[in-house]
């Protein structure tokens, strides 16, 4: 596929002189094994990247390729879509390919495309234009986010800029749930998980940025739709003569609808380079009453009507098995939290050495008491309907992931407030041709941890190889929900090789 498009894109440059045509892109060789007993980590990889953009005039249609190698043959169930996909195989990732159009200090940009906002180099609270593949999160750059289409235009003025971006659809994080290579679990999400799809997904965005004196102001307008499942309700269902013991339990998850108000500044202090931002989060499920979670039953016919059951009541001649609603509870959630962001960067601190750092903090103002503050009949069995015990930040940093767990009382998943620390230190040997990096990342709260050292050597302008070691450490007073105790044995180390084209 990827050769097909090459070959037509030189075609079209040579028949019209007037089309320019160009590429970048790279491929990778690499390994990643466990540190514990070096076997192989089975997880997606992007093995060629291709990027060919043709030119013609002021417009410019611009695409990025992915062939992506799945090695594990197991199969895994990720919420995000409603397929089973099977791993040992390679497909074809079309991140992004969408038509730019640059008029007169405008930039138009129409297509797949992945959008950014934030002024932090590595995380930021306002990474919500499109959703991240956490497969990818520890990646460098854009690497982890998904393409989605929307329009993105830019006004540009001597000092300012303008942004508007519209997004028609949604799409959720990609979470590799159930996969044994990336073990990322959430316990008390149902075996059978159907999410409830958005109604009307469009989304907007808009962005402005100044310079006031020697400080560059961000502000920032987003409404549109988290990228996690929250819980909207719940209902049961049983047989219509009553025989079934425990009543089938069908949760109702889906995206609750969020407005984001952002306000970022970078700026210097003497050599070091600071940046902070913070962004505030007025989200809600939109329930306003117990029958807006109502839907079409949501199981299998042999979950409530056994076909013993069935075949019984036929000799007997009683009425036939059919599935009757019994109760239904909506949650009926609105909050308000906020995130934060201060991020420095040092250059030649010592020893040629620059710094990184960068601390992010999350914590929920306010929360609604809900439909059922005092809780729902035993009969719903244990799902609980009080809104704390639901809460967690579904839009913002999807750093806050790694921070969440569930909690063993309440047997739900919630977070009222976390706090995140991420250093590096970087330094240039060999006439700046070997890049040495140590980094940490700290789960303050929680005391999770992660920490790496990395070495990239440019062996030549195409050619580059790289090697890394990381401890991934947890917390032993919480349970394998707490995403860093069940990452303990994906620590690894890892040899990669990239040419670049």
Known sequence: MIMRIII?????????PQVNYDYSGNILFGTINRTSDASLIKVPFRFI???????????????????????????????????LMTFSRASLDLRELYVSWFPADWEIKLGKQINTWGVGSTNSPLDILTPVNYYYFFSRGIEKNIGSLSLNMKAYSEDQKFQIIYIPGHTPHYLPLGDPEMPITIDSLPENLKIQNINKPQQLGVNFETPIH????????????????????????TDNAGKLIAPY??????????????IGLSTFIGDMRVNTEIAFYNTSDEIKKDEDILRDYNGEYADICFPEQVEVDLILGNPPCFIVQDLYFGVATTANYYEYLI??????????ITLLGQFLSYNLLNISDGLHPNGTPSQIGRIDFTTRNNFIPTLGSPIFMFTMHEDEETETMYMHNSSVFYLNAKRFFMDNNLEANLRTFYDIKNHGNLIEIEFKYNLSSKINISTAINKISGNSNLNNSYTFNAMENFSHFRLEATYNF
């Open 8 to 16: 037509l894109s030189m075609i079209v440059s040579s028949l019209f």
């Open 49 to 83: 990247n291709y990027k060919p953009i043709i030119e013609y005039g002021n417009f410019n249609l611009n695409s990025h390729f992915a062939l992506e190698i799945y090695l594990n043959d197991e199969i895994t169930n990720n919420f995000n879509d409603k397929r």
């Open 214 to 237: 020697n400080i560059d102001f961000t502000f920032s307008y987003f409404t549109g739709y988290d990228h996690l499942m929250s819980l909207f309700g719940a209902s049961t269902w």
């Open 249 to 262: 339990e069908d949760p109702l998850l889906s995206f609750r609808n969020t407005e984001v108000l952002g």
């Open 343 to 352: 991020e420095f960067e040092y250059p030649n601190l010592f020893f040629d």
